[in-house]
């Protein structure tokens, strides 16, 4: 008894059908055409082939194929996409770890699948300076081109329906459903924000991974002996026989497969025929993530300060001193908290002309002259005066110059 079928391969996240090869007649077709054109190439009747630039050409193919039914089934594959260069910034040079894969536009079409460990990755790094002089958080960006990137981008789709008629819709349908979710984007950023921390200067780190999902759509009208293999066997022989080869598009796949059928006894085995493979297009797509995003540098942004020391005495009069300051941090004005300040030194010494000290944003500082009588006061940072005199508490009143009344 012998048993005929259809499979419709999507390599790579990628639709593998399985149906009926019976002959139909056009006017016995109850498909709405719409849905097949919202799934076409942007040239109908085309296939994707690749050309020595590398760019997607479409050589036109106008027959029409008809089955009875066909069934979904996944299949993976996956392509090394390609990554920008590492960019850096001005506290930061890339180094030579910092990206994996071939320098490029990651939705430029590459040419070979990948293979090996790393599988259909590539990364890259970038970094990013900023300054968030605010007393709230703030979203750090990543450069151009890096913003502009998406979760998930189709960079290739020229699966093309409409030279495939199905009679049953329920399966139609499922077919259909299953080529739309794998040419779904995202729009959503790849590289997310990472929030700066009020009053703070530094640089983001980004790691930026790409990952290459292809998926071949074509047809095998698979026809099997009761006695021999079962289509589940005879796709897991066909896979390893894709695995090593460079060869991911669907017409190259179709190719490969027609080599292999005459090469090996799967013609005896299933009944096929080399010219029975055929191609309906391919959907390629790269997701982006960035797994690694922190801060490399972050510091606290300071106001400049002027702080003078006086002695004041019991009468009211002042007059310059000199000393030395204990500058603390206390609490945090803002929430969440700023970065901690490196400085200043506790020990600040002060003339009798003044000194400059550099107290951190977002903070409010305790400031007290290590002397007997030294006065101590908060002060928030940032000020819109930030000058202070703290006075040293005399008990007496100055010593009359010799000879003085």
């Not at 069934?71 to 890339?94: D, I, K, Q, R, Y």
């Not at 700066?196 to 200067?201: I, M």
């Not at 074509?218 to 009761?226: A, G, T």
């Not at 803002?334 to 000290?357: E, I, M, N, Q, Y």
Request: glycine share 6%; with cysteine.
């Amino acid at each position: 008894m012998w048993r005929s079928g259809l499979c419709l391969v999507a390599m790579t996240v990628g639709v593998l059908a399985i149906g009926s090869a019976q002959p139909l007649s056009l006017k016995t077709m109850h498909v709405d055409t719409k849905p097949h054109t919202a799934i076409a190439a942007s040239t109908l009747f085309n296939t994707l082939i690749p050309d020595k630039t590398r760019r997607p050409t479409l050589p036109v193919r106008d027959e029409v194929d008809e089955f009875a039914t066909v069934v979904p089934v996944l299949f993976p594959e996956s392509f090394e996409p390609f990554c920008f260069e590492p960019l850096g910034c001005a506290h930061f040079t890339p180094e030579p770890e910092d990206s994996r894969g071939l320098t490029g536009n990651p939705y430029e079409f590459p040419s070979v699948k990948s293979q090996g460990v790393n599988t259909g990755k590539s990364y890259t790094t970038v970094y990013a300076d900023f300054i968030n002089d605010s007393p709230n958080p703030a979203e750090v960006y990543p450069p151009t081109p890096f913003r502009e990137l998406w979760r998930k981008k189709t960079i290739v789709n020229t699966v093309n329906l409409r030279r495939l008629r199905v009679e049953d819709s329920r399966a139609w349908n499922q077919l259909l459903q299953s080529v739309q979710k794998l040419a779904q984007e995202d729009d959503s950023p790849g590289v997310l924000p990472v929030k700066a921390p009020p009053y703070s200067e530094g640089c983001v780190k980004w790691s930026v991974f790409f990952t290459g999902y292809a998926t071949t759509v074509k047809v095998i009208p698979f026809k099997r002996k009761q006695s021999h293999r079962t289509l589940e066997a005879f796709l897991e022989a066909f896979a390893s026989f894709l695995s090593p080869r460079k060869d991911f598009l669907s017409v190259l796949i179709a190719e490969s497969a027609r080599e292999w059928i005459k090469a090996h006894n799967e013609q005896q085995e299933s009944d096929l025929e080399p010219l029975d493979i055929k191609a309906y297009g391919d959907i390629c797509s790269v997701q982006t993530e960035s797994y690694y995003a922190d801060f490399v540098r972050l510091r606290n942004l300071t106001q400049e300060w002027r702080i003078y020391i006086r002695v004041k005495y019991p009468d009211g009069s002042t007059a310059p001193a000199e000393g030395t300051i204990d500058a603390l941090r206390d609490t945090p004005l803002t929430d969440p908290a700023p970065p901690p300040p490196l400085g200043p030194s506790p020990d600040l010494r002060v003339g009798k002309d003044g000194a400059t000290v550099h107290l951190g944003k977002g903070w409010r500082w305790k400031l007290q002259v290590r002397l007997p009588g030294g006065e101590e006061r908060l002060v928030e940072v940032p000020h819109p005066e930030p000058t202070i005199t703290l006075y040293i508490h005399a008990a007496a009143p100055p010593s009359q110059p010799s000879g003085g009344k």
